[in-house]
């Protein structure tokens, strides 16, 4: 379940790589958070998974409000600004984060038990899945920790673009027709008899013997084709 308010996430020690990142306008990002980059604007968001964004790491510090009388009840709430900005000198409506260590997040209720040194996509925020729609890659497993959750590396986050994500090549009909029967075998074709005794028996032949073993091939590789077509549309490599 995605923050609600900052969170002190357990990590083991390690020196941090801090850098700042511009915050959506209407975003509010917690400490603790997980936060992604747009791809198109190049603001950040509470991490989900959701197409084109990028996993940057985790929010650590907050950045403190000019009125020292303020709660502090998020790393910054941008609910009613506009987009912040980060230039070479400056930082406005932005917030820190890590770019490395291991971090302890949940599980998300959809993800199977991780193994150690596999991908961990995040959910949200503040979960983590062996699963993913959209393969933003939170980091890497690394142990069981407290409470169910799992630690995850965040120095080898990225973006999953193998074969769920990214754009399709065109689409590419089924080949169609129907010719023989398919076993999953491909066979020899069956030879003609020796010295028919007129065409019409080697006619005969032909028809009841050989053109079936090599219709029976071809309905094979019409199968085999076709499945290769269904199991590419399914990983997005070519389009339905």
């Not at 080949?175 to 005969?204: K, V």
Request: contains cysteine; negative net charge.
């Amino acid at each position: 379940m995605a923050l609600t308010a900052n969170k002190i996430r357990k990590h083991k020690l390690h020196e941090r790589a801090i850098n700042v990142a511009p915050v959506n306008a209407g975003s509010k990002i917690y400490v603790g958070a997980y936060i992604c980059r747009e791809a198109a604007t190049g603001v950040v968001i509470p991490g989900t998974d959701a197409a084109s964004l990028v996993p940057l790491g985790v929010v650590v510090e907050p950045l403190f409000p000019s009125d020292p009388d303020l709660a502090i009840d998020a790393a910054f709430d941008n609910t009613s600004g506009a987009d912040g900005a980060v230039t070479g000198s400056s930082a406005v409506r932005s917030v820190n984060y890590d770019q490395r260590g291991e971090y302890l997040f949940a599980l998300d209720s959809g993800s199977d038990t991780p193994k150690v040194g596999g991908l961990a996509f995040l959910a949200d925020d503040d979960e983590v899945s062996t699963t993913s729609t959209h393969g933003v890659i939170a980091g890497v497993f690394t142990r069981p920790g407290e409470g169910g959750g799992w630690y995850v590396d965040i120095g080898k986050r990225g973006v999953w673009v193998g074969l769920t994500t990214g754009s399709s090549s065109a689409a590419i009909a089924d080949l169609g027709g129907s010719i023989g029967t398919a076993n999953d075998t491909m066979t020899a074709i069956t030879d003609p008899a020796d010295t028919p005794a007129d065409a019409d028996a080697l006619r005969d032949d032909l028809v009841t013997n050989t053109i079936p073993s090599i219709e029976n091939n071809l309905a094979d590789l019409q199968a085999k084709v076709n499945a290769i077509l269904a199991a590419l549309r399914t990983a997005n490599i070519i389009a339905t």
